[in-house]
């Protein structure tokens, strides 16, 4: 049976939507802490895998000099991936106040601003991160997922473009792009830019997850079931498959205005 969804409820699953998948892409994820390794020094390489160890190498590291910045962004990103994210920004501030400039821990202390929410604060301080003489598309996308955050699609949208200029077909900003759609209902749109993710050898599974929502939310159930657990294992496609029903039935029953998301990284490219 199809499923059908009112133009309001549309808008409130957008939000429930975009807690998966603004990856910030790309996109939802937190850093990955492989990510800071080149630039810590040769304790990196023996970084732990586990956020919850991570954070206590690296916060020994920061406590042991606090104004030392390779100490203080990784400490910043192991608390954002352990899910500590007021911490991290509270560390990163701090770490921007000592290093005046340092274009690295701005870029880290944006994107903890945007997980906690504070979007504009995450747009300026991004803005300063980069310039427009040498920007970063990574950042571009995450500034383009802030503006979405705040209702400025349009604007989003711009800084989406941008960033593919620079990298061509990445499907995180793509699925930035699809999910900046979605929010404004535009769903035709949205799926043509998420199949366009989908179909990059790089695209996330969380990419898979959001193109077969916006499907789902077109009344297409079927297909968008056929999307989400296409080439996984048995078990990996069930649990696909019960969170697209979950994801759909939380939408067709949710009501009001939608509220605010936390935005995500881009796990795939921060």
């Known amino acids: 049976m199809r499923q059908r969804f009112s133009p309001a409820r549309l808008l409130a699953s957008a939000s429930l ?7 910030l892409g790309g996109c939802t994820a937190m850093s990955k ?6 630039s810590i020094g040769s304790k990196a390489e023996a ?3 586990d956020p ?3 954070v206590e190498v690296y916060g020994e590291r920061y406590r042991a000099n606090p104004k030392d910045a390779e100490a203080a962004l990784g400490y910043g990103q192991a608390l954002r991936a352990n899910g500590q994210r007021a911490q991290a920004a509270a560390v990163l501030e701090q770490a921007t106040i000592a290093n005046p400039g340092n274009k690295a821990l701005l870029a880290q202390y944006g994107r903890a601003l945007a997980d906690n929410g504070n979007f504009q604060q995450a747009f300026d301080v991004l803005s300063k991160a980069h310039s427009p003489d040498n920007p970063d598309w990574r950042l571009l ?3 383009g997922t802030a503006l979405d955050q705040m209702g400025r699609h349009e604007e989003a949208r711009s800084y989406y473009a941008s960033a593919l200029k620079i990298a061509p077909g990445d499907p995180g900003v793509l699925s930035n792009l699809g999910l900046s759609y979605m929010l404004s209902r535009d769903l035709p749109k949205a799926e043509e830019a998420l199949r366009q993710a989908y179909a990059s050898p790089r695209a996330s599974s969380r990419v898979r997850q959001n193109l077969g929502l916006v499907v789902g939310l077109q009344g297409r159930f079927a297909e968008a079931e056929t999307i989400v657990k296409a ?3 048995p078990d990996q496609a069930a649990a696909n ?6 994801m759909l039935s939380r939408s067709e029953g949710q009501r009001g205005a939608p509220k ?6 881009l796990s795939q490219s921060d």
């Open 241 to 246: 498959v019960a969170y697209l029903k979950d």
């Open 141 to 143: 996308s995450v500034q």
């Open 47 to 49: 970084a732990p895998s």
């Open 260 to 265: 605010r998301t936390p935005v995500a990284s």
């Open 17 to 23: 939507v975009a807690m998966v998948a603004i990856s």
């Open 33 to 38: 802490l492989s990510d800071v390794t080149g």
């Open 52 to 54: 919850s160890r991570a």
């Open 231 to 233: 080439d996984l294992p």
